[in-house]
């Protein structure tokens, strides 16, 4: 199918706070941008910018063969589109998925006559448009969508393409989203233990950095783990050892009156690997205990 709209032409629908962001760096790039919010006066501030702004979904995918979509969630994508003519369009959808969604929404885009890639932000709006700030975007779906419009998909933050299953880039997404909260748990836990306490957060601060970085190691030492199903080789620190100590963090969790529900699960998870077969498991690292998480 022919292209007949201008080059560097882009629509974009959703001007939240992602989304704005967006518009902006596009503007700014030289990108022509025409902007669709369901609540029109969000747009204006982009239209003194030099945003074209449509007045509904199907005016705003009229213009532009990129199609770029950062609403709020999968739902909102098909109340936006319902009934939009998105023949020979070029469909990027920001909106963060499930790796399900991302694949359903890919065959709705195909029955539609619509080439899809999706995407999933690892940013925050202020990392938008800051290369420095190290923000990208993790894209899969149609690897000729995302060849064709590289140049405009790395303008707002770096660009991984991580293949053609459109449900990738979700599940690249919420992987390290979810091993981030778990982070945010043990550092959550961490600082409740020593409040109340005559040690000063910014004094832990530190020390509690260091000690994470110094752990980073497990990230790549799990994966070669799981690559090669060996979970012995090479163990310095024990899972029966590991799991011996547990009852330390939990007595110091109950003599600091702090509840250890951030961190109970990982232990138990660790002490159901042991204990399931101890002279199997014993000497195993904890990345061992991975196996059982998967139904
Ligand atoms: N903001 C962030 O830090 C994160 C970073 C990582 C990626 N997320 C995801 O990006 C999507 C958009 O996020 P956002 O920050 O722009 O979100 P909001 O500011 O809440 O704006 C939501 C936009 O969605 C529109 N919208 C909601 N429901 C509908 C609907 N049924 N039909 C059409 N549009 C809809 C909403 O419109 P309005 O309320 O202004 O009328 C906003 O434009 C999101 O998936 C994050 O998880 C951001």
């Not at 923000?135 to 293949?163: I, M």
Request: charged content about 20%; glycine content about 10%; some cysteine.
């Amino acid at each position: 199918m022919t292209d007949n709209t201008p080059r560097n032409s882009l629509t974009l629908l959703g001007l939240g706070d992602m989304g704005t962001a967006l518009a902006r760096t596009w503007l700014a790039a030289g990108h022509r941008i025409t902007v669709w919010n369901r609540t029109a006066a969000k747009a204006e501030a982009l239209a003194a910018e030099g945003a074209d702004v449509a007045t509904s979904p199907a005016e705003a995918v009229a213009a532009s063969r990129l199609v770029v979509l950062c609403l709020l969630d999968d739902a909102s994508i098909g109340s936006a589109l319902q009934g939009v003519d998105l023949t020979g369009k070029d469909l990027v959808n920001l909106t963060t998925g499930t790796p399900a969604e991302g694949r359903a929404r890919a065959a709705w885009a195909e029955e539609r006559g619509a080439r899809f890639v999706d995407g999933g932000i690892m940013a925050t709006p202020t990392m938008i448009g800051v290369p420095e700030a190290g923000g990208y975007v993790f894209y899969s779906g149609s690897r000729a969508l995302f060849d064709t419009h590289r140049a405009a998909l790395e303008v707002p933050a770096g660009a991984r393409f991580v293949g053609e299953d459109p449900g990738h880039a979700a599940l690249h997404d919420v992987a390290l989203l979810s091993a981030m909260y778990g982070l945010f748990a043990g550092i959550s836990h961490a600082y409740a233990l020593i409040d109340g306490e005559d040690i000063a957060p910014k004094d832990l601060a530190p020390l509690l950095s260091e000690w994470l970085g110094a752990m980073g190691f497990f990230v790549g030492s799990t994966a070669e783990r799981l690559t090669s199903r060996d979970f012995t080789t090479g163990v310095v620190s024990s899972l029966a050892m590991q799991v011996a100590a547990t009852g330390t963090l939990l007595r110091t969790a109950e003599e600091q009156r702090v509840s250890p529900e951030l961190i109970s699960p990982y232990l138990e998870l660790m002490r159901r690997r042991l204990t399931a077969d101890p002279a199997a498991h014993g000497g195993e690292d904890t990345a061992g205990a991975i196996t059982l998480l998967k139904r």
